[in-house]
């Protein structure tokens, strides 16, 4: 099913993202984070691709398939580009094809420093076209709420991401960011850029300090202060902030359902218990 046509009917679309398991660790763990998580009903679960760096043995297909096949879930796989030629590009679309994946999250991956970009594809925009023109699947895409980190400014990357949107590409998901004022001064200037396509919120429920340090240092996300105010008060308490940030990513979601915003998606760092303490509390306001 097509993942643009979740978002026709008035129900706040909930998706989740999950990521495969890093090279040496046991694929069994994956299988118990589904289990719990399709057991929550979300509208659709994500699969990242190669976001660790192990792209040769990525295992995105297999579980995206397991996802559809096995809890009947719709199912979208990342796909990268930036350093993918189209030989292998093309392997890997005859792969989730034969797997009945249907719905890709076109990217072009970060920029590793140590690898030589590939020429084919420069922009996620050039992978949603070949993926399109091939035919046998629908394209989202990815946005940037506080504009993504190499862009000039916020209005070329706008015009970027409505050139993305003009190739074909159905449906976007942020990244993720705290302040929810700055997601609704995206979604005007999307709107203002006529890019009408459902737009979903990506909300990352802060589980340890460590971990939000890394995200916003890779992502660039800011911190607003009512958010490192939680942050300084639990750092040193692991169980409270873990709860502080249950909370904090509820009242998110809250304000953004009530204001309006088409989707949810969760990005779970494969944790099930997060995930169900977060759905159970915003399930009867979608
Ligand atoms: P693009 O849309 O190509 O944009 C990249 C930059 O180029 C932007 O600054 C944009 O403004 C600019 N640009 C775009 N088109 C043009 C143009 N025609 N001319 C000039 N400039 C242009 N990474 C992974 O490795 N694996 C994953 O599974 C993964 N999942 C993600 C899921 C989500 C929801 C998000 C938000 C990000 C994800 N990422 C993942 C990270 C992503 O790969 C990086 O953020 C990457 O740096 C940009 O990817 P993009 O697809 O947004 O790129």
Redesign the pocket.
Known sequence: MQISKLFDGDKTVLSY?IFPPKRNDSIDKIYDTIEKLSDLNPDFISV????CGNIADSKTADIAQLIKDKYNIESVA?L?CINTGKEELDYILNDLESKGIENI???????NPDIKPKKEFK???ELATYIIKRGGFYVS????PEV????EDSI??IK??K??VDCGVSHL???LFFDNEVFYAFKDRARAADINVPIEA?IMPVTNKKQIERMVTL?GASLPAKFVKVLQKYEDKPEALVDAGIAYAVNQIVDLVANGVDGI?LYTMNNPYVARKITESVKNIL
């Open positions: 993202e990242t691709y190669g976001a990342h990268t999250l076109a990217l072009r991956g970060d920029i922009y996620a925009s895409g990815a946005c940037y993504h980190v190499e862009a070329a990357d970027n991401l050139k993305k998901i942020s990244q990506g992502c998606h």
